[in-house]
């Protein structure tokens, strides 16, 4: 795919629009010129011409054109002026000896109306013409009677406006050259200040992409002579280089976690199995330790089972089969599967709710491992000899299940980070049972998978309740049996 | 020599303990960072082998407040961290050693034992002294080259003596580094293991090599009459 770019945009319509601004405003100025020129021009025409009019003349009752008369007897005149009368009655025409054999168009305008108009000259050169239609002036005590009105003479004084229009052609070029001049100047100013006013921004792609794997994270140094309009996009990609930072030390803490929690089982597996083996023990010696060491590699087994199915969670590739739940049943059947653990730890289990069926649309296995990480997690940190506190209520879009415990060890401060994975209260690993430290996470992800939500509160009184909220319709895409799209 | 595991991993912790025991190890142990510093800033060990990712307070941390406290006991870090970034983390946070898990009991042990021998400045693993040998590493004793049967506390009391050779070491302080606490005792009961190490070791008129400094406790030096 083609990228447009700024440079070339910028470059191109710049000089493009300068270009054609400067063009409109030269042929501007040459049409005024021009004007001017051609208006002073017809001016003059008409100041000579009306000059020669006045000698068109009655005397003694008929029409004489003086005029010829006085250019025949000026050398100069004779031959430069050019022109042409016709009597309008009679036809007949008077011309200027510089006319020679050829003629002037004959046109004009109404009485005293002045025309002016370009025409080839009978030598072949341009030229420009006034025509207008004229009285005769009375001459003398001899044309008593004579109505000049019923005489009327045309009048035409042509000149060559060569030598003008050579002036005005000398101008165009030069207007022209000097354009393009100008233009090519032009052209190279936009490039350089085009150029000089992206070169930050080149700077900041080569110190991306100089960007080693050990800095990726640290935010770009945004230079004094950035342009505003770059920095905040600078600024935004600095804020998007810090959550991406954010994000991967959550991973590398996660992954230390996980190599910690899977490293330290077996230095327990190793250093177990070679101190069996440091020296000649009894038979019975030998099973304890052989089974300490299989203890430990069940608990790490469980461990893996778990980090695997966060990851499947996490990354959006867990299978899922919704179907319609008794969800009091799912939660008594859990209650029943840990029932041993609560009576060691002398325990009570108790429902809030008579009710026994509250439906949900959700995956049995998921939701199973859901309950038993919350009812176990309870059990775990609740003091002996307290009641854990189940709770279901439900309404047509959803079923929210709590379970409230006496929370030990346990500060506000705790619960933003309680479902960050392995985050664990003050106290000995597996002092509380076997806890992995990610079962509050997993919750967190099933329930992101199933669209729902869950909570932490702490009251006043050191009890903690979580509130699972699942609603009656899964998310969109999770259709049974089909993988989760992100 | 007493060492110290802080470690919140139930069996690596019982193992460790129980390996450095049958090396004649004093051992305290503990499973959470706090109590751990508190340990180590109220007790004096030969060697500290410390896990970092601990609750309550982390070994990183622990270790930074014990070496701000101007403790200089050798501490060797045991974690699950591998990275060289990470190792270099901790040994400049002021750990001598750094042992990634899993890893060897044997290896532990070695390691450990390195550093009690940097600590007073041995660089073998054998102790000499006159025509005294301790093999530290297969904790034998013998005297002109004939070996010497001594009991476990007697090995630890002969080893502790040798490590701090031509030093008058006070009885507090082999008491420190020989005696569990559990272990309990009489106020004389240093006095008769070292009667009973001077009877075994000045066999056949040979010098005798611990010396009692009156009132202030025992030194092992051939040249003090």
Same mark, same amino acid.
């Given at each position: 795919m083609k990228r447009p770019s700024i440079r070339k945009r910028l470059i191109l319509w710049t000089g493009l629009l300068t270009g054609f601004a400067m063009v409109t405003g030269i042929l501007i100025l040459y049409w005024g010129i021009k004007k001017s020129l051609l208006n002073q021009f017809d001016e003059i025409m008409n100041e000579a011409a009306s000059l020669v009019m006045i000698e068109v003349e009655v005397k003694n009752g008929k029409v004489f054109h003086e005029w010829k008369e006085a250019i025949k007897n000026d050398d100069t &005149? +004779?031959? #430069?002026?050019?022109?042409? @009368?016709?009597?309008k009655n009679t036809g007949e025409t008077f011309k200027s000896p510089a006319l020679g054999t050829g003629s002037l168009e004959r046109r004009s305008g109404a009485l005293n109306e002045r025309i002016f108009y370009n025409l080839t000259l009978p030598n072949g050169e341009r030229g420009r013409a006034m025509a207008t239609e004229i009285l005769p002036t009375l001459e003398g005590d001899g044309n008593k009677g004579f109505d000049v009105t019923k005489h009327p003479q045309i009048f035409i004084w042509a000149d060559s406006t060569e030598p003008l229009l050579r002036e005005l052609e000398n101008v165009r070029k030069n207007l022209i050259l000097g354009a393009v001049a100008f233009l090519g100047l032009i052209w190279i100013a936009i490039w350089a200040v085009v150029s000089k006013s992206l070169l930050p921004i080149s700077e900041l792609s080569r110190e991306i992409a100089s960007r080693t794997d050990d800095h990726l994270g640290a935010p770009l140094p945004i230079p004094g002579r950035l342009p505003v309009e770059i920095v905040g996009a600078a600024e935004n990609f600095n804020i998007l280089l810090k959550r991406i930072e954010g994000q991967r030390e959550r991973d590398r803490e996660f992954s230390l976690h996980v190599s910690h929690e899977l490293r330290t089982p077996l230095s327990g597996i190793q250093t177990t199995l070679e101190q069996c083996l440091s020296k000649d023990r009894s038979g019975q010696d030998y099973k304890e330790r052989v089974r300490k060491a299989l !203890?430990? !590699?069940?608990?790490? +087994? &469980?461990?893996?089972? &778990?980090?695997?199915?966060? #990851?499947r969670l996490s990354r959006s590739t867990e299978v899922i089969a919704p179907e319609k739940l008794n969800i009091r049943k799912l939660i008594d059947r859990q209650c029943f599967l840990l029932e041993e653990q609560i009576e060691d730890a002398k325990l009570k289990i108790a429902w809030v709710v008579d009710q026994t069926e509250f439906w949900g649309i959700a995956d049995r296995e998921l939701l199973a491992i859901l309950f038993a990480n919350l009812i176990g997690n309870a059990i775990s940190y609740s003091p002996p000899h307290t009641s854990i506190h189940l709770k279901l209520e439900e309404d047509e879009q959803k079923t929210s299940f709590s379970? /409230? *415990?006496? @929370?030990t060890d346990l500060c506000k401060g705790d619960l933003s980070r309680l479902f960050e994975p392995f985050f664990r209260q003050a106290g000995e690993r597996g002092a509380r049972g076997d806890h992995s430290g990610i079962g509050l996470s997993l919750c967190s992800e099933i329930i992101r998978v199933l669209g729902g939500t869950i909570k932490a509160n702490l009251d006043q009184k050191n009890t903690i309740t979580f509130t699972v909220t699942l609603f009656k319709r899964l998310p969109e895409g999770n259709s049974p049996g089909s993988a989760r799209s992100g | 020599m007493r060492v110290l595991v802080v470690e919140d991993y139930q069996p690596l912790r019982e193992n460790i303990t129980e390996c450095l025991l049958e090396q004649n190890f004093v051992v305290d142990t503990t499973a959470t960072g706090d109590e751990g510093l508190w340990l180590a800033t109220n007790q004096l060990y030969d060697v500290i082998l410390l896990d970092i990712m601990l609750p309550n307070l982390d070994g990183l941390t622990l270790l930074k407040r014990l &070496?701000? /406290?101007? #403790? *200089?006991?050798? @501490?060797?870090?045991?974690s699950a961290r591998d990275s060289v970034e990470q190792r270099i983390e901790g040994l400049e946070t002021g750990a001598d050693d750094y042992l990634v898990k899993p890893f060897a009991l044997e290896e532990m042990l070695a390691r450990v034992k390195a550093q009690i021998r940097r600590r007073y400045q041995k660089k073998s693993p054998l102790l000499n002294l006159d025509d005294l040998t301790i093999d530290t590493q297969k904790q034998l004793v013998a005297r002109s080259g004939e070996e010497i049967p001594l009991t476990r506390k007697e090995y630890k009391i002969l080893e502790y003596l040798a490590y701090r050779k031509g030093e008058v070491v006070t009885r507090p302080d082999i008491w420190e580094h020989v005696y569990d606490d559990q272990e309990g005792g009489l106020s004389n009961t240093l006095d008769v293991y070292i009667g009973y190490l001077r009877r075994k070791l000045n066999t056949g008129n040979r010098p005798n090599l611990i010396k009692t400094i009156r009132g202030r406790g025992y030194t092992l030096d051939p040249e003090i009459e």
């Open positions: &005149r +004779r031959e #430069s002026l050019l022109i042409q @009368a016709w009597d !203890t430990i !590699t069940e608990g790490l +087994r &469980r461990m893996v089972g &778990r980090l695997m199915r966060f #990851s379970i /409230s *415990n006496k @929370a | &070496r701000a /406290s101007g #403790s *200089n006991v050798p @501490a060797i870090l045991i």
